[in-house]
């Protein structure tokens, strides 16, 4: 098992930039697969960026490619998501979430998810 805990959200004016961490608990965090995805009031939860448990293959969301970046340091057991030129439509709850076996662009399979941090776009 794993256990997840996000942070590094606020309030950021458009163009601006926030690094969102995601730390892991347990010894088995660089066998997982690890991705975020992001929630707004009354939406599903979608896609944002998703990094295998070497690194080596990322993938990311069509509206993100470009602005931010998925990476990960298992000697800390975290993932980041550095999110530049930010957009008042990237205002969401964001989630980091935890997968053992495939990297894929579904919420339901990653077994593993965080509380959310808030990160909120001003125009």
């Known amino acids: 098992q794993v256990q997840l805990v996000e942070s590094g959200g606020g309030l950021v004016q458009a163009g601006g930039s926030l690094r969102l961490s995601c730390a892991a608990s347990g010894r088995t965090f660089s066998r997982y697969i690890m991705a975020w995805f992001r929630q707004a009031p009354g939406k599903e939860r979608d896609f944002v960026a998703t990094?295998?448990?070497?690194?080596?293959?990322?993938y990311y969301a069509d509206s993100v490619k470009g602005r931010f970046t998925i990476s990960r340091d298992n000697a800390k057991n975290t993932v980041y998501l550095q999110m530049n030129s930010l957009k008042p439509e990237d205002t969401a709850v964001y989630y980091c979430?935890?997968?053992?076996?495939?990297?894929?662009?579904?919420?339901?399979?990653?077994?593993?998810w965080g509380q959310g941090t808030q990160v909120t776009v001003s125009s």
């Open positions: 979430g935890a997968a053992a076996s495939i990297i894929s662009m579904r919420a339901k399979d990653y077994g593993y």
């Open positions: 990094i295998s448990a070497s690194g080596v293959n990322i």
